[in-house]
């Protein structure tokens, strides 16, 4: 499938909402909640299901829960190798967006939010990449993800790519921030998948960590 056959357009990632078989969608406060999604006849399933999200915002304007929540999108919810090809075929690449954009790839029923329950006690690998190289690192992490490569159980949440101006972000999300055993694991895991140089710096980050400086830097007042 050529560029020209994927998604392009931002409004119809912002309008799109479950797989039109398998879904209900129901819209309250900007919030789409789809039945569970199931392998069709002759699919092979995947072990858990996934949900794309995509976000943008104005970086000028540090998000709260609430806010972030209302500007999250969800794209569609996956349960098979032939689902989630299908879908991911026709998004646009990361390295396309503009912006202050983020996609997002989470198990089924995880909101990518710190306050959601399954990430509360959680964190995150974080993976800073110089422009033009997001694209092809995205996809290897989110195939190792799904073809569950990680081998930690239950742990592993969802992957983030964040595109900003000077610089991409990679991350992956996990459940539990205080087991360093799965935490090393899990960074282990991402330098073998990404192929990363052994020189490459990679910082863990817990939730807490990060609620904290966001609430820190949207309470700070700047005196003219």
Same mark, same amino acid.
């Given at each position: 499938? !050529? $560029?020209?056959?994927?998604?392009?357009?931002?409004? $119809?990632?912002?309008?799109?909402?479950?797989?039109?078989?398998?879904?209900?969608?129901?819209?309250?406060? /900007?919030?789409?909640?789809?039945?569970?999604?199931?392998?069709?006849?002759?699919?092979?399933?995947? *072990? +858990? !299901? +996934?949900?794309?999200?995509?976000?943008?915002?104005?970086?000028?304007?540090?998000?709260?829960? *609430?806010?972030?929540?209302? !500007?999250?999108? *969800?794209?569609?919810?996956?349960?098979?190798?032939?689902?989630?090809?299908?879908? +991911? #075929? $026709?998004?646009? @690449?990361?390295?396309?967006?503009?912006?202050? %954009?983020?996609? $997002?790839?989470?198990?089924?029923?995880?909101?990518?939010?710190?306050?959601?329950?399954? =990430?509360?006690?959680?964190?995150?690998?974080?993976?800073?990449?110089?422009?033009?190289?997001?694209?092809?690192?995205?996809? !290897?992490?989110?195939?190792?993800?799904?073809?569950?490569?990680?081998?930690?159980?239950?742990?592993?949440?969802?992957?983030?790519?964040?595109? &900003?101006?000077?610089?991409?972000?990679? #991350?992956?999300?996990? @459940?539990?921030?205080?087991? *360093?055993?799965?935490?090393? @694991?899990?960074?282990?895991?991402?330098?073998?998948?990404? =192929?990363?140089?052994?020189?490459?710096?990679?910082? +863990?980050?817990?939730? /807490?960590?990060?609620? &904290?400086? /966001?609430?820190?830097?949207?309470?700070?007042?700047? %005196?003219?």
């Amino acid at each position: 499938m !050529n $560029h020209t056959d994927r998604v392009k357009d931002e409004d $119809h990632l912002e309008k799109t909402g479950c797989q039109h078989d398998d879904s209900e969608v129901s819209s309250n406060n /900007n919030n789409i909640q789809c039945k569970t999604v199931c392998p069709a006849a002759g699919e092979h399933p995947l *072990q +858990y !299901n +996934y949900t794309f999200w995509y976000s943008r915002r104005t970086p000028s304007r540090p998000a709260s829960s *609430q806010s972030y929540e209302q !500007n999250i999108r *969800q794209i569609g919810t996956v349960a098979s190798v032939e689902q989630f090809w299908k879908l +991911y #075929s $026709h998004l646009v @690449r990361p390295g396309d967006l503009s912006g202050h %954009s983020d996609f $997002h790839l989470f198990k089924e029923g995880i909101k990518p939010m710190w306050e959601d329950e399954s =990430n509360r006690s959680g964190g995150k690998w974080i993976i800073r990449l110089r422009k033009g190289l997001a694209n092809r690192f995205w996809e !290897n992490i989110i195939l190792a993800m799904v073809g569950e490569q990680f081998m930690v159980g239950e742990e592993i949440c969802g992957a983030v790519v964040s595109i &900003r101006f000077q610089e991409d972000i990679l #991350s992956i999300w996990n @459940r539990t921030s205080s087991d *360093q055993i799965t935490t090393s @694991r899990i960074r282990d895991t991402l330098r073998r998948v990404l =192929n990363l140089p052994a020189n490459t710096i990679m910082e +863990y980050k817990t939730h /807490n960590d990060s609620l &904290r400086d /966001n609430s820190s830097f949207r309470n700070t007042k700047i %005196s003219l």
